[in-house]
């Protein structure tokens, strides 16, 4: 009985790794880059792997980059790594009604993999995540993000322009290919994703506030506006659309 | 760093552990995933490069034409790579 439990659990392991694929595909360019910045910004290959294992995550990584060499205090680039990634608490907070019950100690580990590609594909999938499938998706995507990094910074030369360009394309590209099939199912699919949409770009566009802030509001707003749709439409005709 | 990366990420893990929150935050959870995709993609890929918005419309219509005809998410990143890759060849 234990031995079909591992077996099971070494499949979804398994299938974590598969759906982490498009993930590695996509952290390849952005790693490989940040190798090169790095080591142009005089961080040796060391720091710079050290940094992409322990921080895992790009954005914050790219301005710690711009700041370092702006000289900037160390309190401020903890400062505004901090807010780029409080979007991670929302994301967690969504991921852990979804994932299968394990021990705090599990979810405290994989949870350190979460990013916005790893949840988007976690989230996306149908039924519970298991524990396995998370450390699947989560370790094909740091080994990606770490790998390269080191590669970025030992090669010290980046992808021909018109591939390193084309390759950006590619976790937008995944973030598509994953909320489209959700998105042919279900209109609530349509309205929540265009709704956060149009506030983000108002919000980036207009200069309204941090990218890190937009996205969370923007998500906030939406995920609320149209709950609170579904449960006016509940009250008035009785009837509750479950997904 | 990895401090204030790790908190956000872990956090909600231990905090919500095995509390049943009320029905409207639950609902409202289980939306974030597509509103943060929807945050996620826009405006972003528009602004791909930018000095010329159509080389992120047209990686965008590719991703979402791959994807609405069915295609895996892996084909669907690889051609929208290929799409480009033609694109910035070609114009």
């Keep these: 009985m234990s031995d079909f439990a591992i077996g099971k659990e070494s499949t979804e392991f398994k299938k974590g790794l598969q759906a982490g694929i498009s993930i590695g595909i996509g952290y390849f360019p952005i790693a490989l880059t940040f190798g090169l910045l790095a080591k142009t910004s005089g961080l040796s290959i060391y720091e710079s792997v050290l940094m992409s294992m322990i921080v895992f995550a790009g954005a914050s990584q790219y301005i710690s980059l711009s700041l370092l060499a702006y000289g900037t205090g160390i309190v401020e680039i903890v400062l505004t790594t901090f807010i780029v990634n409080i979007r991670h608490f929302l994301m967690s907070t969504s991921l852990n009604e979804k994932c299968e019950d ?15 590609e790893t949840f988007s594909v ?17 370790l094909l995507a740091y080994s990606s993000w770490v790998i390269f990094t080191g590669i970025g910074h030992l090669i010290g030369a980046s992808l021909p322009q018109t591939l390193q360009e084309s390759m950006g394309v590619a976790l937008y590209a995944m973030f598509i290919g994953l909320l489209v099939p959700s998105l042919k199912k279900s ?36 995920a609320v506006m149209i709950e609170l749709i579904e449960v006016i439409k509940a009250r008035h005709w009785g009837v509750k659309h479950e997904k | ?40 993609i826009f405006p972003a890929i528009i602004f791909l490069q930018k000095d010329d918005i159509w080389y992120g419309i047209a990686g965008a219509a590719a991703a979402f034409g791959a994807a609405f ?10 051609g929208s790579i290929t799409v480009l890759a033609l694109y910035s060849y070609f114009l």
């Design chain 1, 102 to 116: 394990d021990h705090l100690g599990n979810k405290m580990l994989y949870s350190f993999g979460i990013t916005d």
């Design chain 1, 122 to 138: 976690v989230a996306t999938r149908e039924g519970t995540a298991t524990t396995g499938f998370m450390f699947g998706v989560n």
């Design chain 1, 187 to 222: 209109v609530k699919v349509l309205f929540l994703a265009s709704l956060a949409a149009i506030f983000n770009t108002i919000f980036t566009i207009g200069g309204i506030m941090a990218q890190g802030w937009a996205i969370v509001t923007s998500t906030i707003l939406s």
């Design chain 2, 1 to 40: 760093m990895g401090l204030v990366t790790y908190i956000p990420r872990m956090l909600p893990f231990v905090l919500f552990k095995g509390l049943e929150l009320p029905p409207f935050i639950q609902g409202v959870l289980k939306n974030v995933p597509y509103a943060t995709l929807g945050a996620l």
């Design chain 2, 69 to 78: 005809l069915g295609a895996n998410v892996i084909v669907v990143v690889l």
